[in-house]
């Protein structure tokens, strides 16, 4: 395991900024530069940003905006955390290579995301928009009023359980189904890495979205069939802001348990093509 802290370049470059008489500059020398690699390869190749882009990103900084994640990071140490929970994750399900990850601030990056980079697999974690998911979902916010870590083992084993799907079976077949499998899967092995937290945690849901689920499932499990390729999963609901995937896969997911008995993380992934073909019929 090998844990990148590439977010203290950037707080770096925050503590000089009004002290550089050109902002650009002084970004591209604390923390672009130092990173030019991955943040390449997150912002022009993965979000498809310009340079142009990046310096509006840049130029629109207000340090305000940054305070709190900062004193948070005072207090909760990210990358002794981020190291117990993926070496929890590890006692669950072995991967079998160096697990290589990212924390860094990025501009619209996703949350926590696997990144195929310098020809391996890696997990990034935008440590802002971390925060920030775990309580807009958890909590059903779209202001985020105070700001905590507490949900941050949740996100990593999700993603930790991605990541080894991804070196073990490689990319999802592009499917809806595909897709759902893999997301209910992740969601059954961040209870067991973490069982203590409240059901709509896990599937990144406030309750009301949660309940929404409950009350609509077959609805939204067949319209996600339905939709092909091109139905999004991600968001669903009256408002647009019903995340489903991680929901109506686990809901999959459960079904196969149930009707299977086997538990074992490994085996389910290794199960994938199985639980694909009794989907359909197990769901009632």
């Not at 990056?109 to 920030?132: G, H, M, N, Q």
């Not at 949900?151 to 990319?171: A, D, M, N, W």
């Not at 067991?192 to 077959?218: C, I, N, W």
Request: with cysteine; charged share 30%; proline share 2%.
């Amino acid at each position: 395991m090998k844990i990148h802290c590439l977010y203290r370049d950037f707080f770096l470059f925050l503590k000089m900024m009004n002290l550089d008489k050109e902002r650009w500059r002084s970004f591209k020398r604390l923390y672009y530069e130092k990173n030019r690699y991955f943040l390449s390869r997150v912002w022009i190749e993965y979000q498809d940003f310009s340079v142009k882009d990046i310096r509006n990103f840049v130029l629109s900084i207000k340090k305000k905006n940054y305070e709190n994640i900062e004193n948070l990071l005072k207090v909760y140490d990210i990358e002794e955390n981020t190291k117990e929970i993926i070496l929890r994750c590890k006692n669950l399900l072995h991967y079998p290579d160096i697990c290589n990850i990212y924390l860094f601030i990025g501009f619209e990056s996703p949350a926590t995301f696997i990144l195929r980079y310098r020809k391996t697999p890696v997990i990034c974690v935008a440590l802002e928009r971390a925060l920030e998911r775990a309580l807009e979902r958890a909590l059903g916010r779209g202001i985020v009023q105070f700001a905590s870590f507490r949900l941050f083992p949740v996100l990593l084993s999700h993603r930790f359980c991605h990541y080894t799907q991804r070196i073990r079976k490689g990319e999802s077949d592009g499917t809806v189904l595909g897709s759902l499998i893999r997301e209910g899967l992740a969601v059954y092995f961040a209870r067991q890495a973490y069982p203590d937290y409240d059901d709509p945690v896990y599937s990144f849901l406030s309750k009301d979205a949660y309940s929404y689920l409950e009350e609509h499932f077959e609805e939204v499990y067949e319209k996600a069939l339905r939709g092909g390729n091109d139905f999004d999963v991600f968001s669903f609901g009256a408002d647009n802001s019903c995340h489903a995937a991680s929901y109506i896969g686990y809901r999959i997911l459960s079904d196969y348990i149930r009707n299977t008995g086997e538990e074992r993380v490994e085996k389910l992934i290794e199960s994938e093509n199985l639980i694909r073909e009794t989907a359909g019929v197990l769901l009632h």
